[in-house]
């Protein structure tokens, strides 16, 4: 069955870094649009990045741009999620999902996927 295991959750000071991993298997993954959103408690999911298939086109939220880096490696069916810069706005659940059609990245009702999410906390 289709699976995605994200990794690498977990308290950080401010200004610390991250990097989360997540894994997929029961899908072709070199075939699906990777993203990554978020849920702070109290708030409403939110995109924060996600790449193409292939790896060439990237898409980030404003708030996350210049300190946040995803890449995928098909070979190894997973997408990461390096995280830098972090501050205490971006405490959340951040969740991994995979999309197989349509050209929008941003919108969680798109994405066919989903992970169990993992934990970010920045203490400030």
């Known amino acids: 069955q289709v699976q995605l295991v994200e990794s690498g959750g977990g308290l950080v000071q401010a200004g610390g870094s991250l990097r989360l991993s997540c894994v997929a298997s029961g899908f072709t993954f070199g075939l699906v649009d990777m993203g990554w959103f978020r849920q702070a408690p109290g708030k409403e999911r939110e995109f924060v990045a996600a790449?193409?298939?292939?790896?060439?086109?990237?898409y980030y939220t404003d708030s996350v741009k210049g300190r946040f880096t995803i890449s995928r490696d098909n070979a190894e069916k997973t997408v990461y999620l390096q995280m830098n810069s972090l501050k205490s706005e971006d405490t959340a659940i951040y969740y991994c999902?995979?999309?197989?059609?349509?050209?929008?990245?941003?919108?969680?009702?798109?994405?066919?996927?989903w992970g169990q999410g993992t934990q970010v906390t920045v203490s400030s």
């Open positions: 999902a995979g999309k197989r059609f349509g050209t929008e990245v941003q919108f969680s009702s798109d994405y066919d996927f």
């Open positions: 790449i193409d298939w292939s790896g060439n086109s990237l």
